[in-house]
């Protein structure tokens, strides 16, 4: 398994939870990682982004202001916290790496490894 997603869990709503993908060092070294989720009967969806060299982030807007992306480069993992939470941030969210590419963040396809997603439930 090259990317492992971990720390999903039930929180209420305005709560904060934190998540983690470890990655192989090769993978880490040299991948921009993001962060998508996947809502029951809808799309995936793009949420976080970084870039593997500069550390630059990206966000969708609807979690702007209250998500963090960020990479821990000793523990080769990428972290999201997420903070005031609400219940259409439930879903499972799946942490992703692809060699930089030039192509949109939110490029599903655009993806090379894909972890086996954590289940966030958010209450209301």
């Known amino acids: 398994v090259q990317l492992q997603a971990s720390g999903g869990g039930l929180v209420q709503a305005g709560g904060s939870l934190s998540l983690s993908c470890a990655a192989s060092r090769r993978t880490f070294s040299s991948n921009n990682m993001g962060w998508f989720r996947q809502a029951p009967g809808k799309e995936r969806e793009f949420v976080a982004g970084i870039t593997w060299k500069w550390g630059i982030t990206y966000y969708a807007d609807s979690v702007k202001g209250r998500f963090t992306i960020s990479r821990d480069n000793v523990k080769n993992t990428v972290n999201l916290r997420m903070n005031s939470l609400k219940p259409e941030d439930t879903a499972v969210y799946y942490c992703?790496?692809?060699?930089?590419?030039?192509?949109?963040?939110?490029?599903?396809?655009?993806?090379?490894?894909w972890g086996q997603g954590t289940l966030v439930t958010v209450s209301s």
């Open positions: 992703a790496a692809r060699v930089p590419n030039g192509r949109p963040w939110y490029a599903v396809d655009s993806y090379d490894l």
